[in-house]
C-alpha cells in the first residue's frame, strides 16, 4: 500500500439502506415486476423489524430512485413500478450527470460492449435464431418506407435481438441503458440529420453485412462492422480533443 494514502472510515449500514437494497436485488432478479406490490407499511416494519419511520425512509429512496410509488396508507402496500432495465437507465444517467460524463465516453463503452455482444451472438446463435434476426431485418426494411421514427424503433429492435443472442442479460441491460444515453445526448442533432433516406439505406446494409457474418460464423468480423458503424455514425457529435477515445477502437 502506498505511503501517505489511509484507508477510509467503515460505517455500519443504516437499517433502511439494508431495505432498500433488498428490495432492489428482488427487482433486479426479476421476483418484483412492475405492478407488483410490497407489503403496506405497517407488514414492512414487522417483517424487517424496524420502526415505521425507517420503512418510509428507504420508501423514498426507492421512490426518488423510480423503482416504486408509495401513498401513505395505502392498504395495498407500495407499487413496483420500474423494470430492472428501467432502473439501469437511472442508474447509468445519474453516474453520467455525476462525473459529467460526455458523448466520447458513452460512445466508446457502447463501441466495446455492443461489438462483444456481437462476437458473441456470432458464436453462439443458433440457425433458427439467426432466421429470427432475419426476420427483424425485413422489419426494419419495412419500417424504413413508414418513415425514420418507425425505422429507428424497428433499427433498436434489431440490436436488442442481437444483445439477446449474446445470451447475457448484463449486456442486454447495460446495451438498452448505454444506447439510451448515447440517443438522449444527440437527439437534436439527428433530428436534424439532412439525409435521412441514405441514412437508412446505409444502415440497412450495415445490418446485413453484420447478419451475413454472423451466418458466416466470423465473429470477429460482426465485432469490427458494429465498431465500425457506431464510430461512422456517432464520432462526428464527439469533441474533436476526444475524438481519439473512439479512433483508437476503429
Known amino acids: 500500500m502506498p505511503k501517505g494514502v489511509p484507508f477510509a472510515p467503515v460505517r455500519t449500514v443504516r437499517a ?7 428490495v432492489e436485488d428482488r427487482i433486479a432478479a426479476g421476483d418484483l415486476r412492475p405492478g407488483d406490490r410490497l407489503p403496506s407499511e405497517r407488514e414492512l416494519t414487522t417483517q424487517f423489524d424496524v420502526s415505521r419511520s425507517t420503512v418510509r425512509e428507504a420508501l423514498r429512496v426507492l421512490e426518488s430512485s423510480g423503482l416504486v410509488r408509495s401513498r401513505p396508507g ?41 461489438s462483444a455482444a456481437g462476437f458473441v451472438a456470432a458464436r453462439l446463435a443458433s440457425p433458427s435464431e439467426l432466421d429470427q434476426l432475419e426476420q427483424a431485418l425485413v422489419e426494419m426494411r419495412t419500417a424504413a418506407a413508414e ?15 442481437v444483445a439477446r443472442l449474446s445470451g447475457n442479460e448484463l449486456l442486454v441491460l447495460c446495451l438498452d441503458a448505454v444506447r439510451s444515453m448515447v440517443l438522449d445526448l444527440i437527439s437534436t442533432k439527428l433530428a436534424e440529420a439532412p439525409d ?8 440497412l ?14 465473429a470477429d468480423e460482426v465485432a469490427r462492422l458494429t465498431r465500425q458503424e457506431l464510430h461512422h455514425y456517432y464520432a462526428e457529435y464527439v469533441q474533436e480533443q476526444r475524438r481519439s477515445m473512439v479512433d483508437v477502437l476503429l
Open 74 to 114: 395505502d392498504p395495498l402496500g407500495p407499487q413496483v413500478i420500474a423494470s430492472t432495465a428501467s432502473a439501469m437507465r437511472k442508474l447509468f444517467a445519474r453516474v453520467v450527470d455525476s462525473r459529467r460524463l460526455g458523448v466520447a465516453e458513452l460512445l466508446q463503452f457502447r463501441m466495446l460492449i455492443e
Open 147 to 161: 418513415g425514420y421514427e418507425a425505422f429507428s424503433a424497428a433499427d433498436v429492435r434489431f440490436h436488442e435481438h
Open 16 to 22: 433502511y439502506e439494508g431495505i432498500v437494497r433488498q
Open 205 to 218: 446494409a450495415h445490418h446485413r453485412r453484420v447478419l451475413d457474418a454472423m451466418r458466416a460464423g466470423e
Open 196 to 203: 435521412r433516406a441514405a441514412l437508412m439505406d446505409r444502415t
